[in-house]
């Protein structure tokens, strides 16, 4: 198979997650493994974050799967210029299409492996309605049964607002209660840029296993929401039994 026939990954993402204040440029590159061989570099994608990322302040990378990939390479640098290969740091993420890089280093001749996984969803009240009651957004990702979710955060883009005295709860559709990952929090609690943390990885009390599959849903109660964009991203990795 010729480097041509190696298709690029296509749709490279970086998303921030944590605290405010970062100045520092991060720039992303990511690869296809294939059975014959690496694919093209595509990218670079930019970030903006804190000094020092951690379990707390993290980056998502993401991108579309690529046909006949087996793996993917993820490369890191705080220069926009094209990584060299042999020397800068490097990610391998597994067949999966997601990345959390919390900070940790390691050379290609020794490449870390990312065993967790992200989920995540978006819904703005506004356009998609906010009725009283549970409400599943469409593009949710599906979180499989015996994962263990570890952590999670939970961003209001838009602040929430309501004619009454409304609440939101989320939590998932099956598997774990529709409050598991946030209880009723009343609307004043959600106003624009307000970041929670309600799974931190440091409390292992806090860690849900999920009994059955299911997507993260939002549960609003006391009154309709009027207004609102809340993004939710949970991190994961799975148990077998």
């Avoid at 926009?80 to 990345?99: C, D, K, N």
């Avoid at 870390?112 to 009283?132: H, L, Q, R, T």
Wanted: aromatic letters at 8%; hydrophobic letters at 45%.
């Amino acid at each position: 198979m010729s480097t041509q026939a190696r298709p690029s990954a296509t749709g490279l993402t970086a998303r921030y997650f944590g605290d405010a204040g970062g100045t520092t440029a991060r720039y992303y590159w990511i690869q296809g493994v294939y059975d014959t061989g690496a694919g093209p570099l595509a990218g670079p994608v930019s970030v903006t974050t804190p000094a020092a990322l951690s379990n707390r302040n993290l980056v998502q990378v993401g991108w579309k799967p690529a046909p006949g990939a087996i793996g993917y390479k993820v490369y890191t640098s705080l220069a926009s210029t094209t990584p060299s290969l042999q020397a800068t740091l490097e990610y391998r993420a597994g067949a999966e299409i997601v990345f959390a890089d919390i900070g940790i280093a390691v050379g290609t001749e020794n490449v870390g492996y990312s065993a967790n996984y992200i989920a995540k969803a978006i819904y703005n009240f506004a356009v998609d309605g906010g009725g009283i009651g549970a409400i599943t957004p469409q593009d949710s990702d599906t979180i499989p049964a015996n994962a263990v979710i570890i952590r999670g955060q939970i961003y209001v883009q838009t602040a929430v607002t309501s004619a009454g005295s409304a609440t939101v709860s989320i939590g998932t559709t099956a598997g774990s209660s529709a409050a598991s990952i946030l209880a009723a929090t009343a609307k004043a609690s959600l106003t624009v840029a307000t970041l929670l943390d309600p799974i931190p990885l440091s409390s292992a009390a806090t860690a849900i296993k999920m009994s059955a599959a299911g997507q993260i849903n939002f549960t609003v109660g006391t009154a309709a929401l009027t207004a609102g964009v809340i993004e939710v991203m949970l991190e994961y990795y799975l148990v077998n039994l």
